[in-house]
């Protein structure tokens, strides 16, 4: 059933995440603690799908949301995680988490994954809700001119889904802050997720 969810007919892409949203070490999901059925054996399989069908519309997202605020168990976790990716699939983007939930950005400033060796093919993610988290765009500004940035998830709604009053300063509406802070950010394809039957919009943006 997960293949069918990445054969396409259409020219949209496909996100897969593994998604881990405690605040534990994410290393706790890697296949030595899991039997030999955790992180690394699901993104093998499906990077062996991917590569074996000639995709190219595959995007592999390392650890979901994590709660933890730990950048370096974060980082060891996709460290392990990427050669089962590369092996089966070279080339193929992928996205790795930041701490808090993706919010705390600067975090791999200086300390990237691997030392940088999978710059080309590796962005980092940020994940905001615009009733909640405005306070951390300015960071994501600063971040995207040093890192390759992928805004993978946001919302247009608190983080629970229980309002949908967009206020940013007070008075100015969401689209004139998203304009002020992408102005050095390219856009990249849109990702739509749902939650609490609330309007979510889709955004993506990276460094060039």
């Given at each position: 059933m997960?293949?069918?969810?990445i054969?396409?007919t259409?020219?949209s892409?496909?996100?897969l995440?593994?998604?881990?949203t ?7 999901s890697?296949d030595?603690n899991?039997?030999g059925?955790?992180?690394q ?7 062996s ?5 000639n995709?190219?519309?595959v995007i592999?997202e390392l ?13 060891d976790?996709a460290?392990?995680v ?7 699939d070279e080339g ?5 988490a930041k701490?808090?939930?993706?919010q705390?950005?600067e975090a791999?400033v200086d300390?990237?994954?691997a030392?940088?060796?999978y710059k ?5 993610s940020f994940?905001y ?23 993978s998830?946001?919302?247009a709604v608190?983080?629970?889904g229980?309002?949908?009053e967009?206020?940013?300063d ?6 004139q802050k ?8 390219s856009?990249a394809p ?7 039957d609330?309007?979510q919009l889709?955004l993506?943006?990276s460094?060039?």
């Amino acid at each position: 059933m997960l293949y069918d969810s990445i054969d396409l007919t259409d020219d949209s892409c496909r996100l897969l995440i593994w998604n881990f949203t405690s605040s534990e070490n994410p290393q706790v999901s890697l296949d030595n603690n899991m039997g030999g059925k955790g992180a690394q054996y699901f993104f093998s399989q499906i990077a062996s799908y991917a590569k074996a069908e000639n995709y190219k519309h595959v995007i592999y997202e390392l650890c979901g949301e994590p709660g933890s605020e730990n950048w370096t168990n974060i980082k060891d976790f996709a460290s392990a995680v990427i050669p089962s990716i590369q092996t089966n699939d070279e080339g193929a983007l992928m996205i790795v988490a930041k701490p808090q939930w993706c919010q705390l950005i600067e975090a791999a400033v200086d300390k990237e994954v691997a030392d940088g060796a999978y710059k080309d093919v590796l962005l980092y993610s940020f994940h905001y809700s615009a009733c909640n988290h405005l306070q951390f765009l300015p960071k994501l500004k600063s971040v995207s001119t040093s890192l390759p940035v992928v805004v993978s998830e946001w919302t247009a709604v608190d983080y629970d889904g229980t309002s949908d009053e967009i206020v940013v300063d007070g008075k100015q509406d969401l689209t004139q802050k998203k304009r002020v802070y992408q102005n050095s950010i390219s856009d990249a394809p849109s990702f739509y997720f749902f939650q609490a039957d609330t309007a979510q919009l889709p955004l993506s943006v990276s460094a060039d």
